[in-house]
């Protein structure tokens, strides 16, 4: 099966990427309990990246949990396992259950949502011999833009991160294979949004909308 068909979105940037590995990016609003997660990641604190009802859901005893390096208290607050915690810097590169995992600097030059000082993560995991890269909350950003991906999940409705117009033009200079929209549709942004991005990304470049 096709990777893109292996990536759901679950709601904003509660994202699955199943297949031999089964990878969580800020779980959120998860209904059902299938406790089937290799590996969670965490892009920040915020409590709709950071939610221990919901990745809780998706825990098991082995799960290894990545976060940046400053969200070090947040997952010592839940009470995760320490042995089983990854924890990076930007620009970094980890092997995660023999996964390649490099961490992108992910923040808002001109807002003060998610401070660049805060050094808070996306990240770009190689899954079945592809680059996908998780952006986290963030606008365009030259650390994002220097990113080598095949598939990317980006937000786009405004506020917090890029609206669709600014995600479209991220994406174009990007060049990836694929991109998916995220982070709209239900806190924040508007349920058009993704169509609106698919509308500004260049021809070549694949856009699948999942929310």
């Not at 930007?90 to 805060?118: I, Q, T």
């Not at 770009?124 to 833009?145: H, N």
């Not at 937000?155 to 991160?161: I, Q, R, S």
């Amino acid at each position: 099966m096709e990777l893109i068909n292996e990536i759901t979105v679950n709601e904003h940037s509660s994202i699955r990427i199943g297949g031999e590995k089964v990878l969580y990016f800020d779980p959120f609003h998860v209904k059902e309990e299938p406790h089937d997660a290799d590996v969670i990641f965490f892009t920040h604190g915020h409590y709709d990246h950071f939610s221990p009802e919901d990745f809780r859901k998706l825990a098991k005893e082995d799960t290894v949990y990545v976060a940046p390096k400053s969200c070090k208290k947040d997952l010592k607050k839940a009470k995760l396992p320490e042995k089983n915690c990854v924890f990076m810097k930007a620009d970094r590169e980890e092997e995660v259950c023999g996964m390649k995992v490099r961490s992108v600097l992910s923040y808002n030059p001109m807002k003060p949502f998610h401070p660049k000082s805060y050094e808070w993560l996306g990240y770009v995991v190689e899954v079945d011999g592809q680059k996908v890269y998780v952006c986290g909350d963030m606008d365009d950003t030259p650390e994002g833009r220097a990113v080598d991906c095949d598939i990317v999940l980006v937000p786009c409705g405004g506020t917090y991160t890029m609206d669709a117009k600014a995600a479209a033009g991220f994406v174009n200079a990007l060049k990836p294979k694929t991109a998916i929209p995220t982070h709209y549709g239900s806190i924040v942004g508007k349920k058009k949004d993704g169509e609106k991005f698919k509308k500004g990304v260049d021809k070549e470049i694949e856009v699948v909308v999942k929310l």
